[in-house]
């Protein structure tokens, strides 16, 4: 007898979470165990509110399949919604739980990061506890790269790629004049480094920017920054430094931290490390000095999104289908890494609670000595996830993408 699924998206955009979305449907629409595939809008609080659209009829066509897969952002809309615990209030599961029953859902599929990831452990915790027919399976997404249990998310390897053409180009923008300026790189990562590490792929034969690069996985130091730039500056007109958002000092305190003000989630909210440094530049080297901000630049920019990235999210999205056919719950979609050349990979699943709540930071090994680089594993780990190009249609001169309205 079949029943039906529910999919939904959640946290920050990416280039790929929708290729993983359509993976999920394309999979489940094939599926005799399958009656109808519903999409939750806005994540969580889309169930808690009732807000569910049936997805069929929209993509009944493989084309709308392909569309979807070229899509950045969310279709479906997001959130960021944290779960209560269910041993102390079960208020939210019991909406929930509701939800599920009046629309026959066998299958419920959570697309996103770490906060997901936790939403995917509680609701999986509690509808086993519960001995509810539900199997809860997460697939994931991140550009952070920061999920245990992967070798890489989806969505990391589209803005990789578009952080190493855009630190390429802007070393291009600044080579042009003969005088010395420093240009400072703010990207994306709290905690780890992944982001600004794939800064190092912009380097050419002819181009060996960015110059300096810092991760918050090292402690920044101020004085020695200072030191390396003026260096540097004696050397070649030009500087450009990567650096990640959530970068601190040696007792541990962000560069850029508003205040102390935190998130629902607990997360530090941050802003402004390029500015900062621009400042310390200005003051203490005296001479042209401009910092860039990425920001959301960097996760949704599918005119440049990679292939292998697309590719693998939808084979992550459909992964996670066969998962719950097989029963299986509280896991989440995975794949590993069997070889770089030539680069393979092997999708399988992980326990969620070895995923939620924890994250993964760049292995020291792979970061040089005096913290202001990465080695050349870290390249050769990088390499692989921005092969290809996207196929995104363009109407008019533009990318044309689908809109859930």
């Given at each position: 007898?079949s029943?039906?699924c529910?999919?939904?998206q959640?946290g920050?955009?990416?280039?790929?979470?929708?290729?993983?979305?359509?993976?999920?449907?394309?999979q489940a629409?094939?599926?005799?165990?399958?009656?109808?595939?519903?999409?939750?809008?806005?994540?969580?609080q889309?169930?808690?509110?009732?807000?569910l659209?049936?997805?069929?009829d929209?993509?009944?066509k493989?084309e709308q399949?392909?569309?979807?897969?070229?899509?950045?952002?969310?279709y479906?809309?997001s959130?960021?919604y944290?779960?209560?615990?269910y041993?102390k209030d079960t208020?939210?599961y019991?909406?929930?739980?509701?939800?599920?029953?009046?629309?026959?859902?066998?299958?419920?599929f959570?697309?996103?990061?770490?906060?997901?990831?936790?939403?995917?452990?509680?609701?999986s915790?509690?509808?086993r506890d519960?001995?509810l027919d539900?199997?809860?399976?997460?697939?994931?997404?991140t550009?952070?790269?920061?999920?245990?249990?992967i070798?890489?998310?989806p969505g990391?390897?589209?803005?990789?790629?578009?952080?190493?053409?855009?630190?390429?180009e802007?070393?291009?923008?600044?080579?042009?004049?003969?005088?010395?300026?420093?240009?400072i790189?703010?990207?994306?990562g709290r905690?780890a480094?992944?982001?600004?590490?794939?800064?190092?792929?912009?380097?050419?034969?002819?181009s060996?920017a960015?110059?300096?690069i810092?991760?918050?996985?090292?402690?920044?130091?101020k004085?020695?920054?200072?030191?390396?730039?003026?260096?540097l500056?004696?050397e070649?007109?030009?500087?450009?430094v990567?650096?990640s958002?959530?970068?601190k000092?040696?007792d541990?305190?962000?560069?850029?931290?508003?205040?102390?003000?935190?998130?629902?989630?607990?997360h530090v909210?941050?802003?402004?490390?390029?500015?900062v440094l621009?400042?310390?530049?200005?003051e203490?080297?005296?001479?042209?000095v401009?910092?860039?901000?990425?920001?959301?630049?960097?996760r949704?920019?599918?005119?440049?999104?990679?292939?292998t990235?697309?590719e693998?999210s939808?084979?992550?999205?459909?992964?996670?289908?066969?998962?719950?056919?097989?029963?299986k719950t509280?896991?989440?979609?995975?794949l590993?890494?069997?070889?770089?050349?030539?680069?393979?990979?092997?999708?399988?699943?992980?326990?969620?609670?070895?995923?939620?709540?924890y994250e993964?930071?760049?292995?020291?090994e792979?970061?040089?000595?005096?913290?202001t680089?990465?080695?050349?594993p870290?390249?050769?780990?990088?390499?692989?996830?921005?092969?290809?190009?996207?196929?995104?249609?363009?109407?008019n001169?533009?990318?044309?993408?689908?809109f859930l309205?």
């Open positions: 007898m029943r039906n529910l999919v939904a959640s920050g955009p990416t280039a790929a979470i929708n290729s993983s979305l359509a993976g999920v449907i394309s629409l094939k599926s005799d165990a399958v009656h109808t595939v519903y999409g939750a809008k806005n994540g969580i889309g169930v808690l509110n009732d807000n659209v049936a997805l069929n929209i993509f009944a493989e399949i392909e569309r979807l897969k070229n899509t950045p952002s969310m479906l809309g959130c960021r944290k779960l209560t615990d041993k208020s939210d019991d909406k929930i739980c509701e939800i599920l029953d009046k629309y026959d859902i066998g299958y419920f959570y697309i996103g990061g770490n906060d997901s990831m936790d939403t995917v452990a509680k609701l915790a509690y509808t519960k001995g539900v199997k809860v399976i997460g697939i994931p997404k550009i952070d790269n920061d999920l245990y249990c070798d890489h998310t990391f390897g589209s803005a990789a790629k578009y952080i190493a053409a855009s630190v390429l802007m070393a291009h923008d600044t080579y042009i004049y003969a005088i010395d300026t420093v240009l790189v703010e990207i994306m905690n480094g992944w982001l600004t590490a794939a800064s190092s792929l912009a380097r050419t034969s002819y060996d960015p110059h300096l810092y991760l918050p996985e090292r402690a920044f130091d004085k020695d920054f200072v030191q390396r730039v003026k260096e500056l004696k070649k007109h030009h500087v450009i990567a650096v958002e959530g970068i000092d040696e541990g305190n962000y560069i850029s931290a508003q205040g102390g003000k935190v998130d629902k989630f607990g909210m941050l802003s402004g490390t390029g500015k621009e400042s310390i530049v200005a203490e080297v005296g001479c042209k401009r910092s860039v901000e990425l920001n959301v630049l960097q949704a920019a599918s005119h440049i999104a990679s292939e990235d697309i693998e939808f084979c992550l999205g459909a992964n996670g289908v066969r998962l719950a056919m097989e029963e509280g896991v989440m979609s995975t590993n890494r069997v070889s770089d050349e030539p680069y393979k990979v092997v999708y399988g699943e992980a326990d969620i609670e070895k995923i939620a709540n993964k930071k760049i292995p020291d792979w970061i040089n000595e005096d913290g680089d990465v080695k050349e870290m390249e050769r780990y990088l390499r692989p996830l921005i092969q290809g190009e996207s196929k995104v249609a363009f109407v001169g533009i990318p044309s993408y689908m309205r």
